[in-house]
């Protein structure tokens, strides 16, 4: 059974960093495209940031590029997270989550908060 367990979340200051991992067990991870998304308070779930099986490939939102980066780590089953210059609309619950054709899982979630 897949599992997904986030880390790394908490409170950082306006523009501050923080970097996010994600632990992937029960499945095959290098198959797995990967992806991370957020949902802020009263908010839509929305998609963040995603990357490749093989990690060549990434993708992100519009409000993100230029300050979030995503990676894997293959060998460690691991999907992290790195976010820069973080501001107030940053602040949401954020998720991890794979897919391997049609299947799809997502992990818990781990609060982000951005505040003075």
């Known amino acids: 059974q897949a599992r997904l367990v986030e880390s790394g979340g908490g409170l950082v200051q306006p523009g501050g960093s923080l970097k996010l991992s994600c632990s992937a067990s029960?499945?095959?991870?290098?198959?797995?495209?990967g992806t991370w998304a957020r949902q802020a308070p009263g908010k839509e779930l929305e998609w963040v940031a995603r990357?490749?099986?093989?990690?060549?490939?990434?993708d992100y939102r519009d409000s993100v590029k230029g300050r979030f980066k995503v990676s894997r780590d293959n060998a460690n089953n691991m999907l992290y997270l790195q976010m820069n210059s973080l501001n107030s609309d940053d602040t949401a619950v954020y998720y991890c989550?794979?897919?391997?054709?049609?299947?799809?899982?997502r992990g818990q979630g781990t609060q982000v908060t951005v505040s003075s």
């Open positions: 989550g794979v897919q391997i054709g049609t299947a799809q899982a």
């Open positions: 029960g499945f095959n991870f290098r198959a797995a495209s």
């Open positions: 990357i490749s099986s093989e990690g060549r490939r990434t």
